[in-house]
């Protein structure tokens, strides 16, 4: 699989070109921080899902250059032998803080934050940027479309139309991750343990003589669950009533008839009571045929009698928007043990960052257990939940929020010390819970698909006067306008 390549080459060329250039300044063991955040929810949408946490502890466990690579860089010319033999004898022993996957998350937030060697801190961004942009997103676009299905089940089919092996495996574990019931991804299922699940392709029915006689062989081999696909030919008079035909003769433990085509809230509507005039009320319908959040939310209104859908190209793609948007970027240096905080600016306002070694709290109402704001701050900060605490936005002065009747919970856990993984990584199946537990502590408001609720992430007091202060400091050195 995929995850056993070694990865330590897949970068942006620059990331080697700057390791060389810190190296042969003698600046290779300067700590720097780094901070990976997202600055737009896909969709327009009222908050994301964090995941790839997994793929990437994997990664930076494995970073290892070998012969191959050194030879291939020596042969650019353009790196010092010093800066060869320091990647021969590479390893990883960075300090990684991370949210966990599966939680919901917003603009600006510190979703992993690194400290480490700048060479390695900063090498390790094309890698961790990949695998968490790609998770996050597609995990985000299947809890939407989870949710658009209001309690029927949601089938990931889209490895067919996923841009490349990759983006097949881990998006199918991202679309778990957000709600989906299964993969029609094998190696999915292999790798991760989620459940694959697949019914019959067209070339099935039309292997046989007629629709009937593929129906009762499928049934025969699968009688512990027969799911038929029913639209090869004609689905309201062939397909529907030789489905009905095999059911009653074969008797299935569980059965389904699925509906790839055509107006399937009238289809659906049909099947529905033919099946119920013909006793099989148990009978499930599983439609596909690229669905989408609006279009599942649509049909649903029109009242279509739909148990399970399969949903392919538009979660597998993300099709509607398919980038994350994650950067990486410096926010802090370390020398003689202080913490020196570095911001970038930026004429567009949402461009700059946050300074400084920061985390993430969640704010919950003591009531109702809701999710009230998050916070930005400063790592070394500690909030008590015995006062009421002020909230600033990050980008206009006047606009503060007061907290008051919380609980908080620190969002970042350690990932890695100096190294070495200290983080207990969870079962796919507990990060699946997990994140449906977390979604409900969001208000209904910014559940909504149009238009949703912004939810508050301010900055702490003492982080939010710093960075006005580094800002203000630039601009008396005319470095901005």
């Not at 512990?224 to 090869?232: F, I, P």
């Not at 035909?245 to 055509?262: L, N, T, Y």
Request: net charge negative; with cysteine.
């Amino acid at each position: 699989m995929i995850e056993r390549i070694n990865m330590t080459m897949l970068t942006d060329f620059y990331e080697l070109t700057m390791a060389n250039g810190y190296l042969e300044k003698g600046m290779q063991d300067q700590i720097a921080y780094f901070d990976m955040f997202f600055r737009k929810i896909p969709d327009g949408g009222g908050f994301a899902i964090t995941a790839g946490l997994e793929q990437l502890i994997r990664c930076l466990q494995t970073l290892k250059f070998e012969e191959e690579d050194i030879v291939y860089l020596r042969k650019r010319g353009i790196f010092c032998e010093e800066f060869l033999e320091y990647l021969r004898n590479f390893k990883f022993e960075c300090d990684v803080w991370a949210i966990p996957e599966g939680t919901p998350v917003f603009p600006s937030e510190p979703l992993v934050t690194v400290r480490g060697p700048v060479i390695q801190s900063q090498f390790i961004e094309t890698i961790l940027l990949l695998l968490i942009n790609h998770q996050s997103l597609i995990a985000t676009k299947a809890n939407r479309i989870v949710r658009a299905a209001e309690g029927r089940g949601v089938m990931e089919f889209g490895t067919r139309r996923a841009h490349g092996a990759s983006s097949a495996i881990y998006g199918a574990r991202a679309a778990y991750i957000g709600g989906c019931i299964g993969t029609a991804c094998a190696i999915a299922d292999r790798e991760f343990g989620i459940p694959a699940l697949g019914t019959m392709a067209h070339s099935w029915v039309q292997m046989f003589d007629s629709e009937y006689e593929s129906f009762k062989a499928y049934a025969e081999i699968y009688p512990e669950n027969c799911t038929l696909l029913v639209d090869t030919y004609n689905t309201l008079k062939s397909g529907v009533p030789n489905a009905i035909r095999v059911f009653k003769e074969q008797k299935p433990q569980k059965m389904a008839i699925r509906i790839d085509s055509g107006d399937v809230t009238y289809l659906t509507k049909k099947s529905r009571k033919m099946l119920d005039e013909a006793g099989l009320t148990a009978c499930s319908i599983v439609v596909s045929n690229s669905f989408d959040e609006y279009l599942i939310r649509n049909v649903i209104d029109q009242g279509a009698e739909i148990d399970v859908f399969g949903v392919g190209e538009r979660l597998i793609t993300a099709r509607s928007e398919p980038v994350f948007g994650g950067v990486y970027k410096m926010a802090a240096l370390e020398k003689n043990g202080e913490i020196i905080p570095k911001i970038k600016i930026s004429e567009n306002v949402e461009k700059i960052t946050n300074p400084g070694f920061k985390t993430a709290y969640r704010f919950f109402d003591k009531d109702s257990g809701k999710a009230l704001a998050d916070v930005i701050t400063l790592a070394d900060e500690v909030i008590s939940t015995e006062v009421d605490y002020e909230i600033f936005d990050p980008q206009f002065i006047w606009k503060r929020k007061t907290i008051t009747n919380f609980n908080v919970k620190k969002l970042q856990e350690r990932i890695f010390d100096k190294g070495e993984l200290v983080y207990k990584m969870p079962s796919i199946n507990e990060i699946k819970q997990y994140c449906k537990e977390q979604i409900d502590t969001l208000w209904e408001e910014v559940l909504r698909f149009e238009n949703p609720h912004e939810y508050f992430v301010d900055l702490s007091e003492e982080l939010w006067t710093m960075k006005i202060k580094l800002i203000d400091e630039r601009k008396d050195r005319n470095l901005v306008k």
